[in-house]
């Protein structure tokens, strides 16, 4: 008895470390980014809250964090919702349909190896292959090279979802007459919807956080997205402290959010649809 | 028409996926085989890419920077991973314990894991700060009268940096293997019960076997996902000081981009390519092994 509470008790220690651990970075910045630059200096845990950092940073002449920002929510929505409906169609066609040669497999093979593929190791090509395009530093080149890279992530978490669906359900709507494209948007949409609605806050919150291909794809205000935008902004600001953990802060906003809206099928998302959790 | 298009409709489902593959996944692999062989820099934009055969061999060969780096992914892939998997594994066992349903300390324990990887870099490297920074502040308090330079200093830079990896993707062990204690069934538990089983031997004879599979997907994921950490090295240290935390990636980035090196760093990201297939292929011949 003695020993079942002494592991509880452990337990509960363990927990609440790692609790405080994981919030306190987050804690510290929020409350960083409300001092003055002073007050960030002195390090003292009193101090006149100020909302100065973040009207520096959005509404200065000069600041490019808004235009980054913007750049952020109109590349990241239009990728997500061009890789969900590719994904969406080559997901129920691959689960559903058997192909010659194996083509079905291949495809899913080589989603498998791009995921694999270290992001340098693609963006190097892709870099030469924009710029002869004059895809280089534009949105739709972030947008397609996002969609292609997600659709392994949205491909297989959207198989997992459609497998669900009884087999049984699609034979009927065929049988009655239905024509694939209605058995799609009639049946399997609807009835994986929470399945994609999960699938596109993930696609969505990744391509928000992606920073590698942003970085080497874009150069110029115009079209940057937040986190190289973040990157440049710390040489930038050197030793504008307040701007930078409001900028920090800020990113995460997103996340904070939409973590909230993922719980149920969270394990699926992040083990990119291995593991059902 | 309609008849032609219902006869093919799984083919044109799939048709723009394909497209997409080709167009910005295999035909970029290709060139990157092109260009390994190469001598192409980014003067070269516009023009032909060059074949040059093996000079980018030779050039390997006496790269002591690349095995250096090496040395520090090595260091940093297998560091990261026992302590994430180590500790995950532990928070999992505590949180289960407590409580064994999903709950708002899983929904915070994940959040790092959502947040961008250049956000969490920069919020450590501004914790990490010599003068204001949290971590020193508080070693101050205590009476440490000079903290480290956590990012500043050869010796310990790889550390610090390690210790952000392990913040950012700890919470991903803790939730594969928490996932996978959920899903053992009570069954072996209460056979255990009634045999008189004490806790350590419930824990080593039912409770480890059962997650081994699980255990060891995350260790496969997570030691791909190590291999192309880069955001936040980018920010918190960009592979100083010297190349102290020059990870591959960071290698290759630089190679690329600041010594313009195009052919020779895709022929760098060939030879990652194919360590990790190298490494993945280990990992599921272990996986046919045992089952």
């Known amino acids: 008895m003695v020993k079942k509470r002494s592991i509880a008790t452990i337990s509960i220690v363990i927990m609440l470390i790692a609790f405080v651990l994981t919030i306190l970075p987050f804690l510290w910045i929020f409350i960083t980014s409300l001092k003055k630059f002073k007050d960030i200096m002195s390090g003292s845990f009193l101090f006149d809250p100020t909302f100065k950092n973040y009207r520096s940073l959005f509404f200065e002449r000069g600041s490019d964090f808004p235009r980054y920002t913007l750049n952020s929510v109109i590349i990241c929505i239009s990728a997500t919702f061009l890789c969900l409906i590719v994904s969406s169609l080559a997901s129920y066609s691959v689960s559903r349909f058997k192909f010659p040669g194996h083509l079905d497999k291949i495809v899913l093979l080589w989603t498998l190896i791009l995921h694999m593929i270290h992001p340098m190791a693609i963006v190097l090509p892709v870099f030469i292959q924009m710029k002869t395009l004059g895809l280089y530093d534009t949105h739709l080149g972030l947008i397609l090279i996002y969609a292609t890279i997600w659709m392994p992530l949205a491909i297989w978490m959207l198989k997992g979802f459609i497998e669900d669906i009884p087999k049984s359900l699609q034979d009927s709507a065929f049988i009655d007459g239905c024509s694939t494209f209605q058995v799609f948007r009639c049946i399997i949409v609807p009835l994986i919807a929470p399945g994609l609605a999960a699938t596109t806050i993930f696609v969505f919150i990744f391509i928000w956080n992606e920073f590698i291909f942003a970085l080497i794809l874009t150069s110029s205000v115009k079209v940057m997205t937040l986190p190289p935008g973040i990157a440049r902004l710390s040489q930038q600001y050197f030793i504008k402290y307040g701007e930078m953990t409001s900028a920090a802060f800020f990113s995460t906003i997103p996340a904070l959010i939409l973590v909230l809206f993922v719980q149920k099928h969270i394990v699926r998302g992040l083990t990119f649809g291995a593991v059902k959790g | ?291």
């Open chain 2, 1 to 291: 028409m309609n008849d032609f298009l219902e006869r093919n409709s799984k083919y044109i489902f799939l048709m723009p996926a394909i497209i997409l593959l080709i167009v910005f996944g295999f035909f970029p692999i290709i060139q990157l085989l092109r260009l390994s062989f190469s001598s192409f820099t980014l003067y070269d934009i516009g023009e032909k890419i060059d074949f040059t055969g093996f000079k980018n061999v030779k050039n390997l060969m006496g790269d002591k920077t690349f095995g250096q780096s090496l040395k520090v992914t090595a260091t940093f892939v297998v560091g990261v991973v026992l302590v994430e998997l180590i500790l995950g594994f532990l928070i999992a066992l505590a949180v289960y314990n407590v409580i064994k349903r999903n709950s708002f300390f899983r929904t915070v324990f994940v959040v790092p894991m959502m947040v961008p990887a250049i956000t969490i870099g920069m919020i450590w490297r501004l914790m990490y700060n010599t003068e204001f920074g949290i971590i020193n502040s508080v070693l101050r308090e205590l009476g440490v009268i000079s903290p480290p330079l956590w990012l500043a200093n050869p010796d310990i830079a790889l550390m610090s940096v390690m210790v952000v990896d392990i913040w950012h993707w700890t919470p991903f062990v803790f939730l594969l293997i928490f996932a996978g204690l959920q899903s053992i069934p009570e069954e072996p538990y209460e056979a255990a019960a009634l045999e008189g089983a004490s806790d350590s031997q419930t824990f080593r004879f039912i409770t480890l076997p059962l997650l081994s599979k699980t255990i060891f997907i995350t260790l496969m994921l997570r030691t791909v996902l190590a291999f192309k950490a880069f955001d936040e090295l980018f920010i918190l240290t960009s592979g100083g000081p010297g190349n102290a935390t020059e990870i591959i990636g960071l290698y290759i980035y630089k190679t690329a981009f600041s010594f313009g090196k195009i052919g020779y760093s895709a022929f760098l990201s060939l030879i990652t390519i194919i360590i990790m297939l190298i490494i993945s292929g280990i990992f599921r011949l272990i996986v046919r092994s045992t089952s």
